[in-house]
């Protein structure tokens, strides 16, 4: 009986201390397991920008004056050299103060006196020119029979030529005179007093026809007023020919090629539209942020592949959302970004073999859209750990999560 005792006392204890090993025995620890994988991968850049009209017209003031109500509206269809984009006339004359008035009646005045003056100069040369030929034909009479001498003749002559010419010279002279009245009428001209307002355009007024076929993208003013040479009033284009403007940082910009082939995404309608870099400009500007902090950016230019037809609606000065492609690969090696984390200046990874995590650097290339480009130090099919636990450690015990 002591034997048998002591027999299952040393088996219970037994059981006992493998029980204590067993509940004091580490578990394995449930983790997320993801797999390195062959496969297409493309590294892109997701940028906001806008649509814009790639030739516009902007339509200027060729001289000074008064620029009638816009004939035309922003939407409107115009035909080169047919549809009259604006119309211009002489800009009203200006006020004038009352010295300037007394001095312009003053004028008038004067101008009217002198055109009577040459009124009765006139009728006095032709009352002379009468005289003058009365005397003539007398006096060439009287030369046929001999009565007076050829001598007297030719004087009356020259005296009738002489009253011929002196009646043109008041005929000029009156209508230097009526000039003159006008001019000083002229300057009482005031902006109530408009030169062929009600007249049509090409009467009075300078016609300003479209330069180019399309549609009235802007303008500046609708209303009359008065403008200046060189002033804006409007900007026409063809929106079937738009291309898209991006702004990005320099540091990104230095990474996309010409040429590079860009999805225009969120842009309103069904679908993605594709686009193409034309050219990177070579001169960055300064533009200040949201936050007030300077940033360099640099200008894109990109050309719209989809047809018109592919993009009904999209206009002028739309914004939409570019996604560039930097780079894109058909079979390459890559794993999740979740499994790396840094080791000794490098990357790693815990790579899950037989139940255990063990510890594996790993060579990164390029990283995009939660995939990483696998360079070196694991192959395809092997499996790794996601979101690894900062007390996880190499030969630790582990168990796919849900597994």
Known sequence: MGIMRKASMGLGGLALAGALVWALWPEPAAVDVGEVTRGPMQVSLLAEGVTRVREPYAI??????????????????????????????????????????????????????????????????????????????????????????????????????????GLEAAHQELDLQRATLMRAQAQLMGPESEIAANGEPGECCLRILAPET??????????????????????????????????????????????????????????????????????????????GIEEQRVRLRLDLLSPPEARPGLGDRYRVFVRLVLWEGEDVLQLPQAALFRHEGGWAVFRVEEGRARLTPVQIGRQAEGRAELAGGLEAGAGVVLFPPAALGDGDRVIPRGG
């Open 60 to 165: 200027t003031a060729p001289i000074t004056g008064a620029v009638t109500r816009s004939p035309v509206d922003v939407g409107d269809a115009v035909t080169r050299g047919e549809t009259v984009v604006a119309i211009m006339r002489p800009a009203d004359p200006a006020l004038m103060d009352a010295r300037s008035r007394a001095q312009a009646e003053a004028a008038v005045a004067e101008a009217e006196a002198a055109l009577r003056l040459a009124e009765t100069r006139l009728a006095r040369a032709e009352s002379d020119l009468e005289h003058a030929r009365t005397q003539f034909e007398r006096g060439r009479a009287l030369a046929e029979r001999g009565t007076i001498s050829q001598r007297m003749l030719e004087d009356l002559q020259a005296a009738h030529v002489a009253a011929r010419q």
């Open 214 to 291: 399309g549609t009235v993208l802007e303008v500046a003013d609708a209303s009359a007023r008065l403008v200046q040479a060189g002033a804006p009033l409007l900007s026409i284009g063809d929106v079937t020919d738009l291309e898209i403007e991006l702004d990005l940082l320099s540091a990104d910009a230095v990474r996309v090629p010409a040429g590079a082939l860009a999805h225009v995404e969120r842009w309103g309608g069904e679908g993605d539209l594709q686009a193409r870099v034309r050219r990177v400009e070579p001169a960055a500007f300064t533009r200040v942020s949201a936050l």
